[in-house]
């Protein structure tokens, strides 16, 4: 754990992340990436991640933080984490039980919020976590979620523990939100409903990605700006322009960047 005098009265945004490492990190995107591939994309999603964190603390007050697997790993996010971000290791037997330490850890630190966002969505917009944090600001008790289009969630927002809303979870699968939201229901829990955004976790997402970042297609209707997600941005560009990415995304040659093209 890393104690970085954090603002304790902001609300706490923790990255569940994992150190990259190949074949470990990473592998439903292999194929079509490679195992190296994946495991930079995992470095650079943490990364990307944590600049939207940091960005929207420009529009609202938030502490950014990583909790981090496996055991003994922290060398790995001293080395790709700006300072001024708090670490915490969370290792648990399954996804649910790192969820609650992570939280009960930030809540026991006196952060009046706190919430679990996912490594895996580099463009979400930092509109988005600013809308979290001010919703939790507000008075009254309630949840804020970001539903995934998997059905999954990207982010989980609390103001106090309840632990009943990681209970009995189908954790991986599309029935995680839909069971999240009638955890909530059946503690009287008002949830606030964020804009749907996607996990860049399999080769159809990854296209979305190169979509966004190097065709220029936005995704979805949000009328936000999405994340700035450069170092994202940079490895698509070198993969395209040194390797053959675009091939094994099965994307047209008009549709790559031509700064690749130019490239290669």
Not at 74 to 92: I, K, Q, S
Not at 120 to 147: F, I, K, Y
Not at 214 to 236: E, Q
């Amino acid at each position: 754990m890393t104690d970085l005098r954090e603002d304790l009265r902001a609300c706490a945004i923790a990255v569940m992340a994992k150190a990259s490492a190949a074949g470990r990190t990473k592998t439903r995107l292999c194929p079509p990436l490679d195992p190296r591939e994946a495991a930079a994309f995992n470095t650079a999603f943490i990364q990307d991640i944590v600049g939207n964190i940091l960005a929207a603390g420009h529009m609202t007050p938030v502490t950014p933080y990583v909790a981090y697997g496996p055991a003994g790993a922290a060398h790995f996010f001293d080395a790709v984490l700006p300072p001024g971000v708090g670490r915490m290791e969370a290792v648990a037997p399954d996804f649910g039980a790192c969820l609650t330490m992570t939280l009960a850890h930030l809540f026991a630190s006196g952060h009046p919020a706190a919430a679990v966002l996912n490594a895996d969505s580099p463009t979400l917009p930092p509109a988005l976590l600013a809308e979290l944090a001010h919703v939790l600001a507000q008075p009254g008790d309630r949840a804020v979620l970001g539903p995934s289009t998997d059905g999954g969630y990207y982010v989980l927002g609390l103001k106090a523990p309840h632990w009943h809303l990681f209970a009995d979870i189908d954790w991986s699968t599309e029935r995680v939100f839909a069971q999240t939201m009638a955890r909530a229901t059946e503690i009287g829990l008002p949830v606030h409903v964020l804009p749907t955004w996607y996990d860049v976790d399999d080769a159809h997402a990854l296209r979305l990605l190169h979509g966004e970042l190097i065709a220029g297609i936005p995704f979805g209707p949000a009328p936000h700006a999405r994340g700035d997600a450069r170092n994202s941005t940079n490895l698509l560009r070198r993969l395209l322009a040194h390797a053959d990415l675009a091939e094994r995304l099965g994307l047209p040659v008009a549709d790559t960047d031509p700064l690749c093209r130019r490239a290669s």
